[in-house]
C-alpha cells in the first residue's frame, strides 16, 4: 500500500529559528514528490521534486529529494510568524497523489 | 480571475440529509479532484475525474457521489449512507500529466 510518512507532526520554534520537516514515502510507481503549506482553506504549491540531489529554492525556503532513501526534506530558514501553517507532502504514484498527514508549524514571535 | 471556486465555504446538514457541494474551475483544466480532510490528517481522495462524463471512485468513495457532465464542473453529493461526513471538503484541479493541483477554498460541512 502506497504511503506518505511526516515527521514531526508539530512543531513550534521562536521567530529566528531554522526548521526541517521530513517527508518519507513508500509508493508503487513514483513521479514526483510535492510540498504544499495549507495556512487556513486551500494549499498552495510550494515545490515539485523529481530528482535526487537537486534542491529547489524559493526564498527562505528549499528543499531536496532523496529516492535512494525515499525521503524529502523541507527547510525553512530565518522563520517569521507568517511561516506558522500546516506542511503537507504529497507523493504522485501513478498519477495519484498520496498524502501525509501534514506537519504543523508553530512560529512564535 | 482563473481559480477554482467552491461553494458553500460552510454547509449544515441534518442526519439522513443529502447535500451537493459545487466545485467550478475556470482553468480549463481536464482533471478534477475531491478530498476530503479530518483535523490531524492529510488529504485522502474520494473521488477524481480525467476527462468529462467519466470520473474514478478514490480510496474513501462510500457514501459519495459525483458527476463530471461538464469540463468546468465537478459537483460531490454527500449522501445519507456516509456515516460521519462532518469533515473539511477540498476541490482540487490539474492538467493532464502534470501533478501540480490547485485547490478550491474548501467547504466546511457540518452534521448536525
Known amino acids: 500500500e502506497d504511503k506518505v510518512v511526516q515527521s514531526p507532526l508539530s512543531l513550534v520554534v521562536h521567530e529566528g529559528d531554522t526548521v526541517t520537516l521530513n517527508c518519507s514515502y513508500e509508493?508503487?510507481?513514483?513521479?514526483?514528490l510535492l510540498w504544499y503549506k495549507q495556512e487556513k482553506k486551500a494549499p498552495t504549491f510550494l515545490f515539485m521534486l523529481?530528482?535526487s540531489g537537486i534542491e529547489k529554492k524559493s526564498g527562505r525556503l528549499s528543499s531536496i529529494l532523496d529516492k535512494k532513501e525515499l525521503f524529502s526534506i523541507l527547510n525553512i530558514t530565518a522563520t517569521q510568524t507568517g511561516d506558522s501553517a500546516v506542511y503537507l507532502c504529497?507523493?504522485?504514484?501513478?498519477?495519484?497523489?498520496?498524502w501525509g498527514a501534514g506537519t504543523k508549524l508553530i512560529i512564535k514571535p | 480571475d482563473g481559480g477554482i471556486t467552491q461553494s458553500p465555504k460552510y454547509l449544515f446538514r441534518k442526519e439522513g440529509q443529502n447535500v451537493t457541494l459545487s466545485c467550478e474551475q475556470n482553468?480549463?483544466?481536464?482533471?478534477m479532484y475531491w478530498y476530503r480532510q479530518d483535523p490531524g490528517q492529510g488529504l485522502r481522495l474520494i473521488y477524481y475525474?480525467?476527462?468529462?462524463?467519466?470520473?474514478q471512485k478514490g480510496d474513501i468513495a462510500e457514501g459519495y457521489s459525483v458527476s463530471r457532465e461538464k469540463k468546468e464542473s465537478f459537483p460531490l453529493t454527500v449522501t445519507s449512507a456516509q456515516k460521519n461526513p462532518t469533515a473539511f471538503y477540498l476541490c482540487?484541479?490539474?492538467?493532464?500529466?502534470?501533478?501540480?493541483?490547485?485547490f478550491g477554498q474548501g467547504t466546511r460541512l457540518t452534521v448536525v
Open positions: 482540487a484541479s490539474s492538467d493532464t500529466g502534470y501533478t501540480e493541483a490547485f
Open positions: 482553468l480549463n483544466h481536464d482533471a
Open positions: 475525474s480525467q476527462i468529462v462524463n467519466d470520473f
Open positions: 509508493v508503487t510507481n513514483f513521479r514526483s
Open positions: 523529481t530528482s
Open positions: 504529497a507523493v504522485d504514484s501513478n498519477y495519484q497523489l498520496i
